[in-house]
């Protein structure tokens, strides 16, 4: 089997411009996208995504917005303007908040429309983490409530661990699922909680698997990337469940 589009978004968790920009270019735009996160963005700015395209990547701007509509409308403005591929609010900022998001991307003035995602429940939680801030639902209860207000509101996909991913693209099959909590077997679960091999995660039905320590962390980054794609041209591996 041949993946015509690599599904591998490299999350770029790093504390300056310098250190991300090595990574990046020991990686090839054609094997994998990167991702863009708060440690990374607040300390380096804009600069790092426009480095980032210059170099081809399609870049994931992961900012999780989740504040009132307006604000959250602006923000997904500025987002657009810097012509990124893909970008996230919390789905638990409401429908209001979220309809505004997509207004925003719609006209948002870059080269391109981003695709928008909603974040679910955080692949670091379980039952009793979503219990202890006050929902009393499970994870997949949760996760299920939050993809159906997700799909009513337009937007593109879902940010959900590959423990729900099945079940999603069953339910609500328009909507792309990004999958992080992706670990290789025998890899450290690390704060993660929710967590899948790469082929047991494409096979369940994540269309990107969001990949950061087990390659960011590792001697020869590309070469753990190049173990991930050749895993993924594999037969499915078998599946891990939350330790
Ligand atoms: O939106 C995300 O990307 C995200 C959502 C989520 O539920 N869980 C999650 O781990 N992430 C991000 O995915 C990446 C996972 O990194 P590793 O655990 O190192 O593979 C991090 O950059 C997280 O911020």
Redesign the pocket.
């Known amino acids: 089997m041949q993946l015509v589009i690599s599904p591998l978004i490299i ?1 770029l ?1 790093y504390a300056d411009e310098r250190d991300a920009l090595i990574l990046a270019d020991q990686l090839d735009p054609a094997q994998c996208r990167v ?1 863009v ?1 708060k440690e990374l963005f607040t300390a380096s700015g804009p600069s790092i995504v426009e480095r980032l395209q210059e170099r081809g990547f399609d870049v994931f701007l ?1 900012l ?1 917005f989740h504040d009132i509509p307006q604000t959250v409308a602006k923000a997904c403005r500025a987002a657009s303007r810097l012509g990124v591929w893909m970008l ?1 609010v919390h789905a638990s900022g409401g429908s209001a908040m979220l309809r505004a998001a997509r207004e925003a991307v719609e006209d948002g003035g870059g080269t391109r429309r981003p695709l928008l995602i909603a ?1 679910t429940v ?3 939680m379980d039952d009793d983490a979503l219990h202890e801030v006050g929902v009393n639902s499970s994870v997949v209860e949760q996760v299920g409530r939050l993809a159906t207000l997700a799909a009513a509101c337009a937007l593109d996909g879902l ?1 959900c661990s590959a423990l729900e991913a099945d079940r999603l693209r069953n339910v609500l099959p328009e909507l792309l699922r990004v999958t ?3 670990r290789p077997a025998q890899y450290a679960e ?1 704060d ?1 909680r929710r967590i899948m091999t790469p082929a047991a995660a494409l096979a369940a039905g994540s269309d990107f698997l ?5 390659v960011t962390a590792a001697v020869d980054p590309a070469r753990a990337l190049g173990q991930i794609l050749n895993e993924l041209v594999a037969k499915p591996g078998d599946s891990r469940e939350p330790g």
Request: net charge neutral.
């Open positions: 999350a968790d991702k996160g992961d999780k996230n974040v955080l692949t670091s940010v992080p909590g992706i690390d993660q969001v990949v950061g320590r087990p």
